[in-house]
């Protein structure tokens, strides 16, 4: 016996994933502790104050939202799971969102939390693919997007079968892909499924509070069921043995053990604390470790007035590219603003005589982790107020003219985060906010009692996030009793 | 426990795992999956909460029994009965 802590579970990481396998694991008992490195929970969906003023990153919206009623989707299965009552989130629904393709945006395809609405647009825009488009999406609805050990296949490939314009297939992998893919140019069909109905067969919503408000209910659920939590303390090293985590030496030099460890951190994060030395795989000899290669970019403006004010009060989030064919792929350069999405979250329908306090306008592109790293301080700086102006202006495309100066005026403040922003706060290598290209959808590591959960298992977006860890926490520990 | 007793233990917890669902006219010989909206998560929960506040154990050969709510009160009952008495 030793007088070290020991819990049943210990977890790194108080992001979504962390948290909600936390919560079913201390509901039915168990002796757990999360460890976080920062002094905030959410990971890659938290938020951060400047000046008073609160910037949430991340969450643009929620996806898979349906009305209450609708059952058997990923939102009820999470809230079930977490026994969360509807009205806990209160899930405020998005007025309506754009695909928008050309250089002014000429071939749009709105969608809302209505299909049916994006499917007559479909019809109208593409009448000659509608029929493909009705058997592709037939095609999603019945795949067992579920399963953990489905054989990987490729989502163009699929597509293709259904639908014969370029245009028309890029414009659906737009926001599928910008809101959870790992992998360039392509997705695991798998993945596909899985965001088509987050996005189209489900939807957009949000708290009027935003993220803060998921995060204080899964807090407050953590808490209730006992559950512990150690902020400012990360983990920087598991120690094995005979195949085995056989204990966590934290941050500062203590050292906990624990029966099982979940990591949310990510497969090479999580295989660094393991070995001494180990460095990621860029080469892609190992593919198990590879880092993934997509990284962004998000500008966040702050408007001294609501967006309709300007004009742009219709529409939630804007998916846009101006590109000949959409290239979802590492850029080139440090950023490539020829595509990103815009989120204006004062757009969601938060009810009579309510909204938020100020306008926010954000835009997020793909960015390059390389060239960003190796800035010195002042560059840094420099480049992003070069790159800050490149990515709004762009945008600024898509959405109604509104001149420089009116911007200026109505503009109270910006901020930006980069690729190096991401490392640093959330401890992904390479800037990776979706992670590695490959899942390991069983979450199983090469040791027996340690277990991965959240972006590289591969259950996307916020509700992807949270139900990845609580399909670990059941499939892993509690159902083996 | 009377069996009557033990399908409003059975229905308590089902209202407090799944509390989106009507259990105003659950049918006691009908499956509760012909009836209610539950899938093995939700089972896997009944079987849990089991656990959890009544110290009952149900092994997973055993799943099958808790299909209706007469089949989990002939399954139970007797599980509730042979428990030690609460001093």
Not at chain 1, 28 to 53: D, M, P, T, W
Not at chain 1, 84 to 105: H, M, N, T, V, Y
Request: aromatic share 8%; hydrophobic share 40%.
């Amino acid at each position: 016996m030793n007088t070290r802590s020991h819990y049943d579970v210990a977890i790194i990481g108080a992001g979504m994933s962390g948290l909600a396998a936390g919560i079913r694991l201390a509901h039915f008992g168990k002796k757990v502790c999360i460890f976080e490195r920062h002094n905030a929970v959410g990971g890659l969906n938290s938020f951060y104050s400047i000046a008073g003023r609160k910037f949430d990153v991340g969450l643009h919206a929620m996806t898979n939202f349906v009305r209450p009623g609708v059952k058997g989707t990923p939102l009820t299965k999470l809230l079930r799971q977490l026994r969360i009552e509807r009205d806990e989130f209160a899930l405020c629904e998005q007025k309506q969102s754009r695909i928008a393709f050309g250089p002014r945006g000429e071939t749009s395809l709105r969608f809302t939390n209505d299909f049916a609405v994006l499917e007559a647009e479909v019809a109208a825009r593409f009448p000659a693919q509608i029929d493909g488009f009705r058997a592709l999406t037939a095609a999603v609805r019945s795949y067992d997007d579920v399963s953990l050990d489905a054989q990987p296949i490729s989502a163009r490939e699929v597509v293709r079968r259904h639908l014969a314009d370029p245009l028309l297939e890029d414009m659906l992998f737009c926001p599928l892909m910008y809101y959870g893919s790992a992998t360039e140019r392509d997705m695991e069909f798998g993945q596909f499924v899985i965001m088509f109905k987050a996005l189209f067969l489900e939807g957009f919503a949000r708290p009027f509070e935003g993220v803060r408000l998921v995060l204080r209910v899964l807090l407050e659920k953590y808490r209730a069921a006992g559950g512990e939590r150690r902020m400012k303390c990360g983990v920087k090293q598991i120690v094995t043995r005979e195949g085995r985590a056989t204990a966590l030496v934290l941050d500062s030099g203590e050292e906990i053990t624990a029966d099982h460890v979940i990591s949310s951190i990510g497969a090479p994060e999580t295989e660094r604390l393991c070995r001494a030395g180990f460095t990621p795989d860029r080469s892609g000899l190992n593919p198990d470790l590879q880092v993934g290669r997509l990284s962004f970019v998000e500008t966040i403006t702050i408007l001294n007035r609501q967006p309709a004010a300007l004009g742009w009060g219709s529409d939630t989030i804007i998916f846009f590219n101006d590109a000949e064919r959409f290239d979802y792929a590492r850029p080139a350069g440090r950023v490539d603003p020829r595509s990103g999405v815009i989120c204006l979250p004062n757009n969601f329908d938060f009810g009579p005589g309510r909204e938020l306090s100020e306008g926010v306008f954000r835009v997020t592109c793909l960015a390059n982790y390389d060239p960003w790293a190796a800035l010195p301080e002042e560059a840094y700086r420099a480049e992003k107020a070069r790159v800050f102006a490149e990515v709004q202006r762009s945008a600024r495309r898509f959405l109604p003219a509104v001149d420089d100066a009116t911007l200026a005026d109505a503009t109270l403040t910006t901020d930006m985060f980069t690729p190096r922003t991401i490392t640093k706060f959330t401890g992904h290598f390479g800037g990776a906010i979706y992670g590695a290209p490959v899942k390991h959808r069983q979450g199983r590591t090469a040791l027996s009692n340690l277990y991965l959960c959240g972006t590289d298992q591969g259950f996307l977006g916020i509700v992807g996030a949270m139900l990845s860890g609580i399909s670990m926490a059941n499939y892993h520990i509690l159902q083996r009793g | 426990m009377t069996k009557d007793e033990c399908k409003q233990v059975v229905l308590e917890i089902i209202a407090d795992i799944a509390p989106d669902e009507d259990l105003s006219n659950v049918k006691p010989d009908v499956r509760l999956r012909d009836q209610l909206q539950l899938d093995s998560m939700d089972f896997l929960d009944i079987v849990m909460e089991l656990r959890k506040r009544h110290s009952i154990e149900v092994p997973e050969k055993d799943y099958m029994q808790l299909a209706s709510l007469d089949s989990c009160a002939e399954y139970l009952t007797p599980k509730f009965n042979a428990l030690p008495a609460k001093s």
